[in-house]
């Protein structure tokens, strides 16, 4: 059997299990151009090896390339369409060190608002009122930016004041309420941008010729508002603030918050991991990322436990 036609066949297993599986088809189709239209077993270590190494350092990707093939070969294994692995058996440590969420303050948030004008001027193809929408959504309902980027209008239910999140990234569609300083902020914004009368299926988001807000647009715009507002870190571009860690930031202060107020964190923790989209707690747990605000928070708790005070 052809390589490119186990990967097919691969492809087509997991989504049968309702996986969405695209990061890995997009990593195994480019392994495929790099082999060319060979046999399963014309794939030897040195060609699997060379892929890998394609950056030359063991960065996150080298690691995702890596269980990519590692689940392919398990399913060629498994069906015995190959008798070995050419997969390295051992797994070099990382050279690059894994990202770590940027959590902003909330006087980095002021700021980066406050961009928002200078960055959206002139021949600007997105307007400002649409990325402070978005910035505003992302970070007060703590969606994804795939997420935010395909909501309709009829997707935002004013009336009982909720989004209705289509075909998320696990395939599961939720509602998330809206609070009332978000619920306002959008309730202006669509009045003022769209009007009383567009259709149902109108992009929340979108350019100024009307088309929808694209990620690569979205991203390129908030990078100026980071670079204009001085939101920035050590370690080079791969290491700067991302959009996406308006998230991680949502779920670090909505847990700081809870902190100060001696909530239970118990009883709420699966309810930040069911309002986020995830699958488990242990997703949201990966967004937590220790600050030091938090931390303080956190150690002022134990304190109180250790004191025998109120520990809910």
């Known amino acids: 059997m052809r390589f490119s036609e186990a990967v097919s066949l691969y492809v087509s297993h997991k989504r049968s299990l309702g996986h969405r599986f695209r990061t890995e088809e997009l990593i195994l189709k480019a392994f495929c151009k790099v082999l060319g239209d060979v046999l399963i077993s014309a794939v030897d270590e040195d060609a699997v090896l060379a892929f890998l190494n394609s950056s030359g350092l063991v960065t996150t990707n080298w690691i995702r390339k890596f269980r990519a093939l590692s689940g392919l070969y398990r399913f060629i294994l498994g069906r015995e369409l190959a008798e070995v692995s050419p997969l390295p058996r051992i797994i070099p440590k990382q050279t690059v060190p894994t990202f770590i969420p940027y959590i902003y303050s909330h006087e980095e948030l002021k700021r980066l608002l406050e961009a928002i004008p200078y960055v959206c001027s002139g021949r600007a193809h997105v307007e400002a009122a649409v990325i402070r929408a978005l910035i505003l959504l992302l970070y007060g309902a703590g969606l994804r930016i795939s997420e935010a980027l395909v909501l309709t209008l009829g997707d935002v239910n004013m009336h009982q004041v909720f989004l209705r999140i ?10 998330v309420p ?43 715009a908030f990078r100026r508002m980071c670079s204009y507002a001085g939101v920035q870190r050590e370690g080079g571009a791969r290491r700067q603030p991302r959009l996406h860690d308006l998230r991680h930031s949502a779920a670090v202060h909505r847990l700081i918050a809870w902190y100060q107020n001696g909530a239970d964190l118990q009883k709420l923790l699966p309810k930040l991991a069911i309002y986020l989209g995830h699958v488990n707690l242990s997703s949201t747990q990966r967004y937590l990322t220790l600050t030091p605000e938090l931390l303080r928070e956190a150690s002022l708790r134990f304190e109180l436990y250790a004191m025998g005070g109120n520990h809910d």
Request: charged share 30%; net charge negative; glycine share 4%.
């Open 166 to 175: 289509r075909d998320t990234k696990f395939f599961k569609s939720r509602l």
């Open 178 to 220: 809206l609070g009332k300083d978000l619920t306002e902020i959008l309730s202006e914004y669509i009045i003022t941008h769209h009007g009383d009368a567009a259709p149902e299926d109108t992009p929340l988001f979108s350019f100024r010729d009307c088309s929808p807000l694209s990620q690569s647009a979205a991203q390129r």
